[in-house]
């Protein structure tokens, strides 16, 4: 959880840094997008990879979609299990809609209007950023509102959160944001696999690794 807290701070960073730019230095723009977002986006595209592959890192709720993290309770019963994941699945489908949804409709407007432009996109994707971190950390409406989960340790959407963060910015397309995306789409399609053919992974009622009884997580309320 230091990690994330870590990860946490750094996010508040990068939107401090950019948003100072963009209310106070105006006439220097060129220097954060040409400069600053280049380093922050190869900080995002190595972190990416770590979740990508599991081995370089130890957090257990974006890769319990391995059996190598599995702790499997062979007396559940199958049924259960299966209603679960058409439970978890129904909403995890209603959160894409509603949440790419909104996003789409942005994108949509950024390039058909003069709304706003292109810098607002890149600062409201380091706002989902720190966001993200704050549903961790603090209080997150997906688990209260949409999913019903206890925890980011049976969170049907955990390793969504690359593809979520970076979605918007495939409406303003270069090297860099290209890159995060199709990372993000990755991860996700990795994660939606696993789920689809090894749900036993996924939930308590099958994978022990994830019961309150396990857990030793310093910020869980349980």
Not at 55 to 61: D, E, F, R
Not at 75 to 99: E, P
Not at 150 to 170: A, E, G, P, Q
Request: charged share 15%.
């Amino acid at each position: 959880m230091i990690k994330t807290k870590l990860k946490f701070a750094l996010s508040a960073d990068f939107l401090l840094i950019s948003v100072v730019f963009v209310v106070f230095f105006n006439n220097h723009l060129p220097i954060l997008l040409n400069y600053i977002f280049p380093i922050m986006f190869v900080y995002f595209i190595v972190d990416s990879l770590i979740v990508l592959f599991p081995s370089l890192h130890n957090y257990i709720p974006s890769k319990k979609h391995l059996l190598i993290e599995q702790d499997q309770n062979i007396s559940y019963n199958k049924d259960s299990l299966l209603n679960i994941k058409q439970s978890s699945n129904k909403r995890a489908l209603l959160t894409f809609i509603l949440y790419f949804g909104v996003l789409t409709i942005l994108g949509i407007i950024y390039l058909s209007f003069d709304v706003f432009e292109e810098i607002h996109l890149y600062l409201l994707f380091l706002f989902i950023n720190i966001a993200d971190y704050f549903c961790i950390l603090v209080w997150c409406p997906f688990k209260n509102f949409l999913l019903k989960n206890t925890c980011c340790y049976t969170c049907r959407i955990t390793n969504w959160d690359r593809f979520m963060k970076f979605y918007i910015l495939i409406f303003i397309p270069n090297i860099y944001t290209v890159s995060l995306v199709l990372l993000g789409i990755i991860i996700f399609i990795v994660w939606e696999y696993q789920h689809q053919i090894h749900p036993e992974r996924f939930y308590s009622i099958s994978n022990d690794v994830l019961k309150c009884s396990s857990c030793n997580e310093q910020l869980c309320n349980k």
